[in-house]
């Protein structure tokens, strides 16, 4: 993985430089990895691949061992627990009536295209360069954007969300289905919460699925070693980690912001739920958690 991180490696921002986010790279990399790895996939994908390209679906062959042990491994199995999660909530929100999905951050997530059968309107929002190459991406595969799609750039630490969205068409006045994955530890604590404010503000019945780094000071040895190893990584390739926090004390945040139900989902109960009677040998540390928010009234 060193490897892996190190070829990316820049001195500059990644995005200053008008080019592609390189954690986007990555967890797509780790995405299609884990379709060729780990039978059967937790989270299927079957244009995780093709999304790629065809010169980099070769290079991921050729260096799959890579992928197949140590911390790559823990990653691989962190990206397909989150994103199954995100998604399991998504069918349930659909499933109560909800028409809307806004996919924050979306690099090159591909729900847009493999579901548009669903009954949704489908919002992804992304740093302009990330989604310029996107769009070149998904030419190149010969994949087709369906017209139930709306690209949506936003730079989450200078635009505001809510009206980057309004005018992209999505209707605020009626709920709102977000997923967030592997964003926030590259935002500022300012920028967390002010996302997370203007979802808060979202009628009854929309809800959010975001991931968060936990603090240093409350992880073991292990996983704390494990974080700092790939932060210094991740900023050595031009996208530092500036945001993280302790579970009480965002759980208080949130509810102060006014969402009504909020689940916080530590490794060990996603490994439990997602994991239990699988032999691939993952390990989720607890460096990262995942919650679900809600709006409206707290459930009884």
């Known amino acids: 993985m060193e490897r892996i991180l190190s070829s990316l490696a820049h001195t500059e921002s990644i995005l200053r430089l008008g080019l592609p986010s390189r954690s986007a790279l990555l967890v797509a990399t780790l995405r299609a990895a884990h379709q060729l790895l780990d039978h059967p996939p937790l989270f299927a994908d079957p244009l995780a691949l093709p999304i790629l390209g065809p010169e980099l679906e070769a290079q991921l062959r050729a260096q799959l061992p890579r992928y197949a042990h140590g911390p790559a491994r823990q990653l691989r199995g962190a990206t397909a627990v989150r994103s199954r999660l995100a998604e399991e909530e998504l069918a349930a929100a659909v499933a109560c009536g909800v028409r809307q999905y806004v996919v924050l951050g979306a690099g090159l997530d591909t729900y847009a295209y493999r579901c548009h059968g669903m009954p949704l309107r489908v919002f992804e929002v992304d740093h302009p360069a990330t989604q310029r190459w996107k769009r070149d991406q ?41 997923s967030w994955l592997g964003v926030t530890l590259y935002l500022s604590d300012d920028a967390v919460f002010e996302t997370l404010r203007v979802v808060a503000g979202l009628p009854a019945g929309s ?42 004390v965002l759980q208080s945040e949130l509810r102060a912001l006014g969402f009504g139900g909020v689940s916080d989902y530590a490794a060990d109960a996603l490994r439990t739920h997602y994991l239990g009677g699988r032999g691939d040998g993952w390990h989720l540390g607890g460096a990262m958690r995942l919650v679900v928010a809600r709006t409206g009234a707290p459930p009884l």
């Open 138 to 178: 998904l030419r190149h595969a010969g994949i087709a954007a369906p017209p139930s799609l709306t690209f949506v750039p936003l730079d989450f630490e200078r635009d505001t969300l809510d009206a980057a969205l309004a005018a992209a068409g999505c209707r605020l006045d009626l709920p709102v289905f977000l």
């Open 207 to 248: 809800a959010i699925v975001f991931d968060y780094g936990v603090v240093p000071e409350l992880l073991d040895l292990f996983d704390r070693m494990g974080m700092a190893y790939f932060a210094a990584r991740f900023e050595a390739a031009g996208e530092p980690w500036k945001s993280r926090f302790a579970p009480a």
